[in-house]
């Protein structure tokens, strides 16, 4: 018939997540995955799981790639790759930026097609469209296949640069991570002196809903260099962390991670930022970037 059909590789709970959403729209869904077993729930829900990587890849064009890194990709392809001919790859995986570049590369010297999703959703948002992923790679492939991966979540595609997706979305990662690090170390202190997360949830909450008028606030003078000291100074950062560090330390908790923070803001007084904003820091990560 008719039916879009589509190939899901990896089955993480990622991989589930959006092979039901493409059985829920009514796709015809092959699966592979390297451990047997973890397709038998999908295939009750209607997939078809194929018998090898080969199978797997004969039976669509466009063949979804959701696993742990891309060196994962080259330990399934690389003993298949004459079966690549023609594929769009669609790699939801997350990697480095010149990962991302190196695999595009390696596709199309295999005349298949590359195209790099960062998908910026947990697995229970696959399938809701308040979430998004971003895209990159050739356009005109991606236009093709674009109703298809709307079926996971919003897209947004950010150029012909394979790179690029995932360079936002790293950028977006690294965000994610030392803010929900803050978080859990935020909760020790709380734990450790009797209050639970439930009580802090709107605490911690009311502190990340300032954020985004911070930003608004901030982005123009980050982005023009200066640095004016007018609303808040360095030197007071240093104090106020410093306050947090030894909270930290008088609850008994860890302050591995606010001691980083600390670490940040005394050398950025060392490089004579004392009497300018917080947001000079960005120079002091551009030198220990050398
Ligand atoms: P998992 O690590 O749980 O699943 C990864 C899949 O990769 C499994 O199917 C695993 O197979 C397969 N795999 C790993 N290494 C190899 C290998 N060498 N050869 C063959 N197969 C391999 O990840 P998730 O499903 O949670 O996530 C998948 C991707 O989505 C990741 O890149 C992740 O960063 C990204 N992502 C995940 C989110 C989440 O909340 N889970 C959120 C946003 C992005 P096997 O079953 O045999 O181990």
Redesign the pocket.
């Known amino acids: 018939g008719n039916r879009s059909s589509v190939t899901v590789i990896?089955?993480?709970?990622?991989?589930?997540a959006m092979v039901s959403a493409f059985l829920n729209r009514g796709y015809k869904v092959t699966v592979w995955?390297?451990?047997s077993g973890?397709a038998d729930e999908l295939v009750t829900q209607g997939a078809i799981s194929a018998s090898s990587v080969n199978e797997a890849l004969a039976s669509n064009e466009l063949v979804i790639l959701?696993?742990?890194?891309y060196?994962?990709m080259y330990?399934?392809f690389g003993s298949v790759s004459e079966k690549l001919y023609g594929k769009v790859i669609v790699n939801?995986?997350?990697?480095t930026p010149e990962k991302v570049r190196e695999a595009a590369k390696w596709l199309t010297e295999r005349r298949a097609w590359h195209l790099t999703g960062?998908?910026?959703?947990?697995?229970s948002e696959i399938g809701n469209m308040e979430s998004v992923t971003l895209y990159s790679g050739p356009s005109d492939i991606f236009e093709a296949h674009r109703k298809t991966l709307e079926v996971l979540t919003r897209t947004d595609y950010k150029g012909e640069d394979p790179g690029l997706a995932m360079l936002y979305y790293q950028i977006q990662i690294d965000v994610f991570w030392t803010a929900m690090l803050s978080y859990l170390h935020a909760l020790a202190v709380a734990r450790a002196n009797g209050i639970t997360a439930e009580q802090m949830l709107p605490y911690i909450s009311e502190i990340l809903y300032t954020l985004p008028k911070l930003l608004e606030f901030y982005t123009p003078r980050i982005d023009t260099s200066k640095h004016h000291g007018d609303v808040e100074k360095l030197a007071m950062g240093l104090a106020s962390i410093e306050h947090v560090v030894h909270t930290s330390k008088e609850a008994g908790i860890d302050a591995s991670l606010p001691a980083a923070v600390l670490d940040v803001f005394k050398r950025g007084i060392a490089s004579g930022h004392a009497d300018d904003s917080f947001t000079s820091l960005i120079e002091i990560f551009k030198k220990s970037s050398a």
């Open positions: 990896g089955l993480g709970p990622m991989g589930k995955n390297r451990t973890k959701s696993l742990t890194d060196d994962a330990a399934l939801l995986s997350s990697d960062g998908v910026l959703a947990s697995p």
